[in-house]
């Protein structure tokens, strides 16, 4: 049981909690380096584990995400002017680096003294696979940049989106190592069988495991970066079906492929305050480009993307309007739980349970039993970075595990699979220490 | 005067308050029938005493009103589907009966010990008079059920609808015991004196009572299942003009009628929670079917009624846009608020005093004796239930009182007319046992 | 530094705080006399200091302020009727008159006793330059009417108008008295140089002091009203162009004018409450009518004037949609800020701020003298408001300065210029004692 005192160390992340302190110590996902897209760009508000923030992209290129307010007299600087290597605050023209150097007063010209004992909060930025990474945790502590697979490979193999929820990160990240929903929530898609499904829908074997098997076996143990997460159902032909997710430190997951070929998808579920998250979607293929027809079923936000507010992050379905819940579909059972798409399936439970569902109150089974082991190991860390003791899945090369799906003998552990379950999960990031940003 | 102790007292239903316990000893209106029309339909989202709750009708007819979440993830179950004699969660299938056990488990199939382990809240409904009520409170208590008359008569003769009421339910249930502001908040009705009114309209004596005498005179006794609120003013042939409104423990109200043929009316006042009520309206003929002019008039919103926003149950003159104050009307005296219609003439004057009054800055005079006395029993029983005492209004023969007018010779008091009041007020309810529902 | 401490004492002016004592001691702006523009007008709600008011004209033309609330069920007056030299409570028919007497029970016909003891909270008003002034301190210490200039000049002379601002008074009041921030902010419409700007456009030497020399110095000295604040900028031909901003307690500034002939301009940043405050826009011209073009330039919303929504005071551009900023005008310079406007520039970093903004954070510098000592007095005037001492500006004669625009030799400071600065500060106030609201 999680008690209320665990379920407040677990979700809250601002400034001065223990959780916070440890996500700090991770580089975190900021926005896309398309949101920023050319020297002097406009500059973006973002706010990241309840810090308000303010990113852009300075005149050389370089990507900077510094205090939003201007320490003189706290005016916002998303109102300010980016431009000659700074942004410079509107009201009285202070401007900073992308370093949060002070380096102009305009009504003390000259007075350098005055000028270069101002520095704001800045936080170093990279850019990896598309997307702005920033590191917000203590300068001595800094580890070297993420290594994700989908960071390693060309662009054409890749797509990347994110989407607000509007949950506390938590909820949203319990859904991504949550195996046994998938036949029940996505029971219509399965149904369905899209493309860019993350779950079976082609495959035949695959998907009668699914709709005609309810009762799952989990195994699950610890990897070098989080969680290995395997569940199992039976196949009905003397093997099981296994299904392998992968939870990295600290809001990584990575969803079981359906077929062979088909593109690996992730998440990840980054606090944006503690009752708001962003939910990036991850599509790639290690060794080929994506499809003209993959791209354009993500970009029409199917699977487990969404349609979003134009100009916004926000779904168009949505908890104001339920999610555009069609009872004729549920009833029918085209959509088996009413709504359209994976996505807005798992946002319309995940945020259904309020912005931080009280733990406390839960049923939890068996079947729960990754949800308590990744509980367990957050707070284990977050109790690990107070002590100053070493903490997991910092050294990249822990990031190089896929998600997989297996059959095995009936009978078979998977800890009795070690060679294939080897050969199905490990990567050696083919694309190497080259980085394709 | 009334202390900021005893307005909490009074004003507070939820869980752990003295007047939510209260109230859970007594039937409770939740929605119509209607709305949870037939087998297997849509769920409804229910809150009642700050209790958020979900209601559905089963596969056998059965209504059921459980906690709104599931106990295992604490999902919403109105995203579950209403199918075999169940509800089932969309998250991971948990499906639960209309008494709230849980009779399925998917991933547990066959582990009936931990299904039947699971029960989660469940409130028994009951359906009156075309309406669904609920007894929330310990089961050994459950009183019989309510016995209105209006819930006695046909279907024909009789007009159910509510609307939502944005302030604290005991505020407008002190607009419905309040005989004294008639003639001032409703005298432009009065003047153009409609079908529906609650008030007299028509009838020339009545009105002239109402539009010429201000100077009221009050008799407020103790009733068996509340008080007896009998207001009269001076009629100026001789008489008195009569009107006696009774309160029935513990929100509901009867409205005295216009003349002999008239349809009688009614309220009850229904906490959602401490700052929301759900103001239910009652119309019915002990006697006839309401005639085609009547039902057409209700369902056009007027009198007692109000036009609702499509698909809510918000008036579409609210607080947001001022009721849609007329000042011209109001200067002209078409209405003498400058509102139309009754209902949102109380809901203005209800409403505008904020979500919670603060009663202990009020003033009250000798014409809000009955709403002193109603505080007063309120607070009692909330102190007889803490002390597990008798409770009055359980009985059901207690509801066989009617709201009456009479004219009486001055100087006869109202406890002097025992058999004509006896005569006006009570009812054997005609259509005896027999419900209509 | 402001501490924290401070920043409650100068930002909370509810009722029972010091500077919301400080503030009752003085005059205060209401609204425009055309808002309650005849006899038996619709009442108008009204927030001030965070006190909810009515204020309406009665029969005979006085115009009244009173508790919004019927003492008698706390029902807001506003649904009243004006009528017959008083406000009449749409509920129970409670009347009171001007001065907040009750003068009507309906339902107590004739018992005067009740009537006679019942008065509510009620604040004198006067009518000055077009404006409806209340005083909401002790009767004892009421002082004479406000003696602005503006206030005595024709109404030809003169325009006035008000805007929400949706933030702390203070943060808004700080902005009229921050000469500093003119040539950054504001730097685009300096530019652009319209007939209405508060500060230099068309006049060559001041607009190249503005454009060219960022460098200020400040002279600021203690006037018998609040604050003399002379800043200088070098003028590049041996002179130096001093600004000379008045700030006069509690919260009006004057803005210097463009050129000798020009308009002057003036502001009162008054609290609604504590996160809203109203801006008075004032402009007047001490010898002559303004001028059409000038006018219409005002009704249109430029120079220190904004856009309005229709039926409200809060402005079109407004922190909703970032005040409209136009990221490519900003680019451009044609606005420097990216935002049209004198007023909405003002308000798109005061607001930005946050509702209060949190003084101890700050980064003050030299140029922020004129602040800090603002604060420093109204800190000083607030504890001898305590003590029961003489206050500042309460005498109207201090009223009679104005702001300015000087050229003075390099070298000479604004003290040595005395007799210059008296004749360009000081008014007779040429209209006299003459009102002419």
């Known amino acids: 049981m999680t008690t209320i005192a665990q379920n407040e160390l677990l979700t809250r992340t601002g400034p001065g909690t223990s959780m916070g302190a440890l996500f700090r110590r991770y580089w975190i996902p900021v926005m896309m380096s398309s949101e920023v897209a050319g020297p002097d760009c406009d500059p973006v508000r973002v706010k990241l ?29 998303w109102f300010g ?32 003294a005055l000028r270069k004992d101002i520095r704001i909060k800045s936080y170093p930025c990279i850019e990896r696979g598309g997307v702005v ?24 193999h890749r797509y990347v989106d994110r989407r607000l929820g509007e949950c506390n990160y938590l909820q949203a990240l319990e ?22 499904d993350s779950d079976p829908g082609t495959g035949s074997r695959e998907r009668l495991s699914f709709l005609n098997e309810k009762k799952i076996h ?25 299904r392998i997710t992968q939870w990295i430190m600290p809001w990584y997951t990575m969803i079981p492929p359906r077929t062979t070929d088909s593109p690996l998808h992730g998440h990840a579920w980054v606090p944006i305050d503690d009752e708001n998250c962003f939910v990036w979607n991850v599509t790639y293929h290690p060794s080929r480009p994506l499809t003209e027809t993959e791209l354009e079923e993500m970009h029409n936000g199917e699977g487990i993307y969404a349609e979003l507010i134009p100009g916004s992050f926000r779904t168009a379905a949505n908890k104001d309007n339920d999610y555009l819940m069609d009872r004729e579909a549920q009833r029918e059972g085209r959509y088996y739980s009413g709504i359209k798409g994976i996505a807005m399936q798992d946002a319309s439970v995940q945020e259904s349970m309020g912005p931080i569902v009280d733990r406390s109150l839960e049923r939890l089974t068996t079947t729960d039993i990754a949800i308590v082991q990744t509980r367990r190991r957050l707070m284990e860390a977050a109790r690990r970075a107070e002590r100053g003791e070493e903490l997991p899945a910092l050294d ?16 078979v552990r998977l800890a009795d699979a070690e060679a294939t379950l080897q050969e199905a999960t490990r990567t050696e990031s083919p694309y190497g220490e080259r980085s394709f940003a």
Chains 1, 2, 3 share one sequence.
Request: hydrophobic share 25%; with cysteine; proline share 8%.
């Open 133 to 156: 990474w920033t590191y917000m945790g203590p300068p001595e502590h800094r580890p070297p940049p993420p290594e994700f697979e989908w960071t390693t490979v060309p662009g054409s």
């Open 218 to 242: 989990f195994e699950v143990t610890p990897s070098a970066s989080g969680l290995q997460i395997g569940a199992s159902r039976r196949a009905g032909d003397g093997t099981n079906y296994w």
């Open 396 to 411: 990249p090369s822990t990031y190089r595990v896929r998600s997989a799906t297996l059959f095995l003998p009936e009978g």
């Open 81 to 112: 002017r980016n431009e000659g290597h700074g942004l410079r605050c509107s009201y009285h023209g202070w401007k900073f680096d992308a370093e949060g150097q002070c380096v102009d007063i305009p009504s003390h010209e000259g007075d350098d």
């Open 175 to 196: 859904g991504g190592i949550d195996s046994s929903h998938v036949s029940s929530l996505h029971g219509g898609e399965l149904r369905k069988g899209g493309t860019l």
């Open 49 to 77: 584990l309840s810090e308000e923030l303010i990113c852009f992209r300075d005149t050389a290129g370089t990507v900077a995400l510094l205090d939003r307010y201007c320490p003189h007299r706290r005016v916002s600087l």
